[in-house]
């Protein structure tokens, strides 16, 4: 049985245990690593958003911090001056970061590589600048405080405030995850390999390219938004720093460590962004450094990331075991001089 069939029997029982552990949580946690657990959820969504575009698609962009923070203020403006219910201000949330995808994609979608990754920067600027001078609207550099958390009705009175906002965002990036794991295993997501791999490949057997391509971006815009809508309700608070290309770089990072194009690396890589910067910065506020160590270490020890650090294991051991030495053969016995004799005349016979 080889490692692949016992993973897939094995996924599943995975799969099953981790979200009994997360069901679990609220009760052996104290308040302030429920808290961190809850945005390691809200940006795990927002890592494997960009993980349709950075790791299925291949298209590496700066700009999704556009959909992270138009998803946030949506949310803001929504609770905070109409207060709208938490799913349908959600949904618009997700509707406004694909609108934003649909509107940008026919221009960020004519290049490719260097020049996508710049684009989507710009966006991102012009969007920051937007939020920064529109103080009317969006409250400038001071943002939008205030916004009030939503909470699960049938758990009001039964566990703390923190541990309701919780499992909501647990129900909400679930679901979430759950459509991604769809998406990327259909026709559409192997397409979407097929693209990061050879596009010209593709547009030669007659896949219309840059349609999934733009579907591609739409459907992380959205993905990216709801993640964004999530941090808003969570902090209370929306400002431009969400807007800030600084995070999409951290969103690329997050992808980059665990494994592009795989499936839970960005939830991997998110765990260790968000554990470092939390509980390293406890002993040392050079924690930063020690990310861009363990960043380069990856790359260029573990290329495809941390989730294939079993099977890079398993190569080496294989490696090692194909050039280990044959055992040498054992020199022959010297005889004496009657023992030869014997020999010789056993020969003859």
């Not at 698609?57 to 203020?73: E, I, K, Q, R, V």
């Not at 909501?168 to 991604?180: D, K, M, R, S, Y």
């Not at 739409?218 to 993905?223: F, I, K, N, Q, R």
């Not at 495809?304 to 398993?314: D, E």
Request: hydrophobic share 50%; net charge positive; glycine share 12%.
């Amino acid at each position: 049985m080889n490692a692949k069939s016992i993973t897939a029997q094995w996924r599943p029982a995975a799969i099953l245990g981790l979200l009994v552990l997360l069901l679990i949580a609220p009760f052996v946690l104290p308040t302030y690593p429920l808290s961190v657990l809850t945005e390691i959820l809200i940006f795990t969504l927002f890592a494997m958003s960009l993980n349709i575009l950075l790791g299925y698609a291949g298209l590496p962009s700066l700009g999704h911090s556009a959909f992270f923070g138009t998803g946030g203020y949506a949310v803001g403006l929504l609770a905070k001056y109409f207060g709208t219910p938490a799913p349908l201000a959600l949904l618009i949330a997700v509707g406004a970061g694909i609108a934003l995808a649909l509107i940008t994609g026919p221009f960020v979608l004519r290049t490719h590589g260097a020049y996508f990754l710049i684009l989507t920067l710009s966006l991102t600027q012009v969007l920051f600048g937007i939020v920064w001078l529109w103080r009317r609207v969006t409250g400038g550099d001071d943002g939008l405080p205030g916004i009030p958390t939503p909470k699960l009705p049938f758990l009001l009175g039964r566990v703390s405030d923190t541990a309701n906002f919780y499992y909501l965002t647990l129900i909400v990036v679930g679901i979430a995850i759950a459509t991604i794991a769809w998406v990327v295993r259909s026709p559409f997501g192997l397409a979407l390999v097929g693209i990061r791999e050879n596009e010209r490949y593709l547009e030669g057997l007659g896949y219309p390219t840059w349609t999934l391509k733009y579907v591609a971006y739409a459907l992380a815009g959205g993905y990216g938004a709801l993640a964004g809508g999530l941090f808003a309700y969570f902090k209370g608070f929306v400002g431009p720093g969400q807007i800030s290309w600084l995070l999409a770089g951290e969103g690329m990072v997050m992808v980059i460590l665990g494994g592009a194009g795989t499936f839970w690396g960005p939830a991997i890589g998110t765990i260790l962004v968000l554990l470092l910067r939390y509980e390293v910065s406890a002993f040392t506020q050079r924690w930063v450094m020690i990310l861009g160590i363990v960043f380069i270490l990856t790359v260029l020890l573990l290329p495809q990331g941390i989730v294939r650090l079993p099977n890079r294991i398993r190569e080496i051991r294989a490696q090692l075991r194909r050039e280990a030495p044959l055992p040498r053969p054992t020199a022959p016995a010297h005889h004496t001089p009657s023992e030869r004799a014997v020999e010789q005349v056993i020969e003859r016979s």
